[in-house]
Nanobody, 126 residues
Framework: QVQLVESGGGLVQAGGSLRLSCAAS????????MGWFRQAPGKEREFVAA????????SYADSVKGRFTISRDNAKNTVYLQMNSLKPEDTAVYYC???????????????????WGQGTQVTVSS
């Protein structure tokens, strides 16, 4: 059974930084892509970033491009989201996810993912 656990969320002032982590278990981590999504109250779940199985390919939402960086450490079965220059509109619960099958491309739709973590709260004050 695939399990994903996010950590690293918290309260930060606008302009600050946070690094989120997602620890995976239950499968061969290095052969699967990973994604980060976020959901604010009253909003739809929104794509943030994705990374392929090797870490060599990434994709970002326009709203975070240039500020956020997704990376992975396959030896540690962990994917990261480094968030810099945070804005109040970044406030949301952040989720990591992985698909149920192996794909070579990047998945930016929530429907393309099968397994999800419990989420970690990120709050950015103005």
């Amino acid at each position: 059974q695939v399990q994903l656990v996010e950590s690293g969320g918290g309260l930060v002032q606008a302009g600050g930084s946070l690094r989120l982590s997602c620890a995976a278990s239950g499968r061969t981590f290095s052969t699967y892509g990973m994604g980060w999504f976020r959901q604010a109250p009253g909003k739809e779940r929104e794509f943030v970033a994705a990374i392929n199985y090797s870490g060599g390919g990434t994709s970002y939402a326009d709203s975070v491009k240039g500020r956020f960086t997704i990376s992975r450490d396959n030896a540690k079965n962990t994917v990261y989201l480094q968030m810099n220059s945070l804005k109040p509109e970044d406030t949301a619960v952040y989720y990591c996810a992985t698909p149920g099958a192996m794909y070579t491309g990047l998945i930016i739709s929530a429907s393309g993912y099968k397994y999800w973590g419990q989420g970690t709260q990120v709050t950015v004050s103005s």
